[in-house]
């Protein structure tokens, strides 16, 4: 799959400078690691328009699913993680499944093709060999149907599909 520009970021923000009527924020490279976004709110609290500034929150994200408003630090470094080393396929797979554990399992099981039904006559070549003429007596849309019953597919935005073992 084609990786766009993407850069997991989250944006910081002090609650205090914005309970004061005041926007200090600033966007974070969420792949980087938690300790480096532990530095930059450490960095962001240490020039607040408040003094004595010690809480944040989470403004906003790009390309980071399932952080909120009051993740912590390691939940979107490791999120941002995952995404910076799969890319668009990881962004899919992570928004699809819900949650970091099952993405990354799905990314270690599954695998990518261009469609379900070339996976089936992939699967169908294994079983049947080089035979054209029982190839020919194959319904390749039936077997693909029932095929994917066996397994969680997820529609690619490249046309393809992630196909992930049930």
């Given at each position: 799959?084609?990786?766009?520009?993407?850069?997991?970021?989250?944006?910081?923000?002090?609650?205090?400078?914005?309970?004061?009527?005041?926007?200090?924020?600033?966007?974070?490279?969420?792949?980087?690691?938690?300790?480096?976004?532990?530095?930059?709110?450490?960095?962001?609290?240490?020039?607040?328009?408040?003094?004595?500034?010690?809480?944040?929150?989470?403004?906003?994200?790009?390309?980071?699913?399932?952080?909120?408003?009051?993740?912590?630090?390691?939940?979107?470094?490791?999120?941002?993680?995952?995404?910076?080393?799969?890319?668009?396929?990881?962004?899919?797979?992570?928004?699809?499944?819900?949650?970091?554990?099952?993405?990354?399992?799905?990314?270690?099981?599954?695998?990518?093709?261009?469609?379900?039904?070339?996976?089936?006559?992939?699967?169908?070549?294994?079983?049947?060999?080089?035979?054209?003429f029982l190839m020919g007596y194959l319904d390749i849309e039936k077997l693909a149907r029932d095929l994917k019953m066996d397994y969680y597919t997820i529609d690619l935005p490249n046309g393809g599909v992630f196909i992930v073992p049930s």
């Amino acid at each position: 799959m084609t990786n766009l520009n993407i850069t997991p970021r989250v944006c910081i923000q002090c609650l205090a400078a914005y309970n004061a009527g005041a926007l200090h924020f600033e966007w974070v490279d969420a792949d980087m690691g938690a300790e480096h976004i532990h530095e930059r709110i450490a960095a962001l609290l240490a020039s607040s328009p408040v003094e004595g500034a010690e809480e944040i929150h989470f403004a906003d994200t790009e390309d980071l699913p399932g952080i909120g408003e009051y993740s912590t630090p390691e939940e979107a470094a490791a999120v941002g993680e995952l995404v910076s080393e799969h890319g668009q396929l990881g962004l899919c797979v992570l928004r699809e499944m819900g949650d970091l554990d099952s993405a990354r399992r799905a990314l270690e099981d599954g695998w990518e093709v261009d469609s379900f039904e070339d996976y089936a006559w992939d699967f169908a070549r294994d079983q049947v060999g080089d035979n054209d003429f029982l190839m020919g007596y194959l319904d390749i849309e039936k077997l693909a149907r029932d095929l994917k019953m066996d397994y969680y597919t997820i529609d690619l935005p490249n046309g393809g599909v992630f196909i992930v073992p049930s």
